[in-house]
């Protein structure tokens, strides 16, 4: 696997620390700006947003020689400058780095979401599209042909939900500033609420929540009071992925501060998830890309010698019972026969570093054959 060099993972860190900063800062839309008006000789500070036909959006915001004022104008120019700035970082990720960027409406949604609080109010960015973060996260080159996606998942604990006592803008309205045509799909077991948001043209946004109870409360839409109306689709093992996720940057326009999973619990997650969607009716093209992604990220690991964090979160699994156990061992024997070798080898090795016996978890001196 090709690492990234050195110069271009010091600039992505660079572009993450930056955009987190920006979207902690910025009190005012970056698409407006501030304009004085005279008013009975007297000169007044207004801020101009686009709006809907052309037309702008002016909004008072006090007298120019309030000093006070003066500084936030200030500010303002300093982070329209810097979103010039991390554009320009972006586009050499992209283009000299060859660094994943979402496609535009992908990319468009996430920020919008991330504008509305979303990641503020501690949700994680999941699935093929948090996927597209880890070549920065881990400094290697991901394999593109699992990049592809329609469609966007972001995934929040209920308890957060209800503890963080906030609340995003409605979803679909913030949606449709991105789209106009997003609707929403009432659930299916209760038209009550909606967990999926989709487009004329069929792309779909989802909202996942871990699974509280037993199976028999998957297929029943949560209740999220954070997440401006929306609920969300309760799945099993996902309490699991989205435990204490990491920083990242979506290369799409300036930058976009998102959390994703902890890689290793990703790469984790989708062993369980490929297993299980030979069961679950989804077909195999998923689960093949399931497969993919998971290898990739714990080949990169492994190069990066990262074996302790995969083995770390690999025991945590295996500890959590039959069930878990049984769904990474398939997840395991879908792997070519290589990979296996190397994935068994990275994992035996960050188990026995940890002070564990790896034949406690299934790792055996040499992995067991594929019949």
Not at 66 to 84: G, N
Not at 99 to 116: F, I, K, S, Y
Not at 328 to 348: C, N, P, S, Y
Request: some cysteine.
């Amino acid at each position: 696997m090709q690492q990234i060099p050195h110069s271009y993972q010091t600039l992505y860190s660079e572009l993450a620390q930056r955009a987190l900063d920006a979207s902690f800062t910025s009190e005012f839309d970056p698409a407006g700006r501030f304009v004085t008006a005279t008013v009975k000789a007297r000169k007044y500070w207004y801020f101009d947003t686009p709006a809907e036909e052309g037309k702008k959006k002016r909004t008072y915001v006090g007298p120019a020689d309030d000093p006070e004022i003066t500084k936030r104008v200030e500010a303002f120019k300093d982070l329209k400058a810097d979103i010039k700035e991390r554009r320009k970082l972006v586009s050499t990720l992209v283009r000299e780095a060859y660094l994943p960027r979402p496609e535009r409406l992908t990319g468009d949604v996430v920020e919008a979401l991330a504008n509305a609080g979303f990641f503020r109010l501690r949700g994680v960015l999941v699935g093929t599209v948090a996927y597209q973060c880890y070549p920065g996260v881990l400094g290697v080159r991901l394999p593109g042909t699992a990049m592809s996606t329609a469609d966007a998942d972001f995934a929040q604990f209920h308890s957060i939900s209800v503890a963080v006592d906030d609340a995003m803008p409605p979803v679909l309205d913030t949606l449709r500033r991105v789209d106009p045509t997003f609707r929403e799909i009432p659930h299916q077991s209760d038209g009550r609420y909606t967990t999926q948001f989709s487009t004329r043209s069929g792309y779909k946004v989802e909202f996942l929540t871990p699974n509280r109870g037993g199976d028999e409360h998957g297929g029943k839409p949560t209740p999220m009071p954070a997440l401006g109306g929306a609920a969300a689709q309760p799945l099993r093992f996902l309490d699991f992925l989205i435990y204490e996720p990491v920083r990242a940057v979506l290369l799409h326009g300036s930058g976009i501060p998102v959390n994703v999973p902890a890689p290793q619990r990703y790469a984790i997650h989708k062993l369980i998830v490929a297993s299980r969607r030979r069961t679950d009716g989804d077909g195999t093209a998923k689960s093949r890309k399931d497969v993919l992604q998971a290898t990739s990220i714990m080949q990169a690991m492994s190069g990066q010698r990262q074996d302790e964090d995969l083995a770390e979160a690999f025991m945590e699994a295996y500890d959590r019972g039959p069930a878990w156990r049984e769904a990474i061992r398939k997840g395991l024997d879908m792997l070519d026969e290589d990979a296996r070798a190397q994935v068994h080898a990275t994992l035996a090795a960050g188990i026995d570093k940890l002070g564990a016996d790896p034949s406690d978890y299934g790792m055996t001196d040499e992995p067991a054959a594929r019949p």
